[in-house]
């Protein structure tokens, strides 16, 4: 049974995959001291509640954090008896390889979403990814990476407003009834939800017109759902994009595996 682990800055997610589908996801908050033995403690736990009486033999891992990284490898070793994929290592081929200035470095959960894209939607794509930083990604008519965008996520945008005036409170995400704000939690709320309605669109407009041609947008991340309420964003909505794009990952790298 295949453990597929994305961890993001924010959150860590964990899905079991028996070859067809997930039948088990679980998420906690990324702590680059967490130890093996703790990520084997919870995990065990849930998947007992769940009652997935399972044998972990492979596991796959993106990870923005690379501190984490480290005591994943030990969970995989000691409790799982497997070297795990980590996607962005020269070990763990990608179906396509990206296409970008030499030395750059692209973020592994960029190439796990252009990935999973490609693999369900075909080449000629845009993957906006709602997470800690919103990301645009575009995907060639090939499945490469070719570059991007990154701007500063929702919540942390909120977190700085916050954090630099005082006087403003913390505030939900959510779709306001009017666009002006009549007190300053409606203000907040309104500021950020039409603001990111309209940074989407912006972006994907300018990404088209530099390539000269209509693209496919996809949607991915928790707040994707919420920002399509404003207004046609996205061509398709994806909440378990990085997760599938671990398998197709993982599949690449059994179907090309030296032996």
């Not at 088209?208 to 996205?234: C, H, N, W």
Request: proline share 4%.
């Amino acid at each position: 049974m295949l453990l597929c682990i994305d961890c993001g800055n924010t959150n860590t997610e964990f899905s079991v995959w028996d070859g067809s589908a997930f039948i088990g996801t679980w998420r906690q908050s990324t702590e680059h001291q967490r130890t093996a033995d703790q990520y084997y403690v919870w995990l065990s736990t849930l998947m007992k509640a769940r009652n997935l009486n399972v044998t972990i033999d492979e596991v796959i891992i993106s990870s923005t954090v690379p501190r984490v990284v480290f005591n994943l490898r030990v969970l995989c070793d000691r409790y799982f008896n497997t070297r795990p994929y980590v996607v962005g290592k020269p070990d763990c081929l990608l179906p396509v390889a990206p296409r970008v200035d030499e030395g750059t470095t692209v973020g592994p959960d960029r190439l796990v979403n252009t990935a999973g894209a490609f693999d369900r939607h075909g080449g000629n794509l845009i993957v906006v990814d709602f997470g800690t930083a919103t990301t645009f990604d575009v995907v060639d008519d090939d499945g490469a990476y070719v570059g991007g965008l990154i701007a500063p996520g929702v919540n942390t945008s909120l977190e700085a407003i916050h954090m630099a005036a005082a006087a403003l409170p913390h505030v939900d995400v959510t779709k306001p009834q009017r666009v002006i704000g009549t007190n300053t939690v409606a203000c907040m709320q309104a500021g950020i939800f039409w603001g990111y309605v309209g940074l989407v669109k912006e972006c994907c407009a300018r990404i088209k017109a530099e390539r000269d041609r209509d693209m496919k947008i996809v949607g991915t991340g928790g707040l994707a759902p919420l920002f399509s309420q404003g207004d046609v964003l996205f061509d398709e909505i994806e909440g378990d994009l990085t997760m599938h794009g671990l398998t197709v990952i993982h599949r690449y790298n059994k179907e090309h595996e030296t032996v």
